[in-house]
């Protein structure tokens, strides 16, 4: 089974480009900045090469800016091409599958309109403290499993 499951920030805006012909294809590549924890206080993070086509491709283009912190299900796959130089470069991708935002808009500090309900609780930012952040605006927490 090839199954990937990352979640992470995109290091900049998706780069989108459309196949060539008749039914033109969307493919968006984004690099996602994942943290890597051997220990709570020991933190590195990998980055890692992500591409998407079609309907998921043309959804990251229209939702996804860098900062945007993504859930992201796919499977690895790998590759090589001859570069102009001659030499064969070899690749390792995440071709994605599905991808969700991993926050909302108002943790992630995009909140485009500037209003703040003052009777509504703000949603943590941090996943490390057991609870997760349910995004599109609702602001419960439910137990991390």
């Known amino acids: 089974m ?9 290091t900049r805006d998706p780069e989108v480009r459309y196949s060539q012909g008749e039914n033109a294809t969307a493919v968006a590549r984004f690099t996602l900045a ?15 090469g992500c591409v998407a086509f079609g309907r998921n491709a043309e959804f990251i283009e229209k939702y996804f800016r860098q900062g ?10 790998t590759g090589s091409y001859t570069n102009r130089d001659g030499q064969k470069v070899y690749t390792t991708d995440v071709v994605v599958e599905d991808q969700e935002f991993a926050e909302s808009k108002n943790a992630s500090g995009s909140n485009d309109s500037g209003f703040q309900p003052a009777s509504r609780p703000q949603p943590s930012a941090a996943i490390g403290d057991g609870f997760m952040n349910i995004p599109d605006g609702i602001d419960e927490e439910l137990p991390f499993n």
Do not use: E, H, P, W
């Not at 994942?34 to 890692?48: K, L």
């Open 68 to 77: 945007t912190k993504a859930l992201i299900t796919g499977r690895i796959q």
């Open 34 to 48: 994942v943290d890597r924890r051997f220990r709570r206080d020991d933190a590195s993070t990998d980055f890692i």
């Open 2 to 10: 090839n199954k990937v499951i990352l979640m992470g920030r995109l």
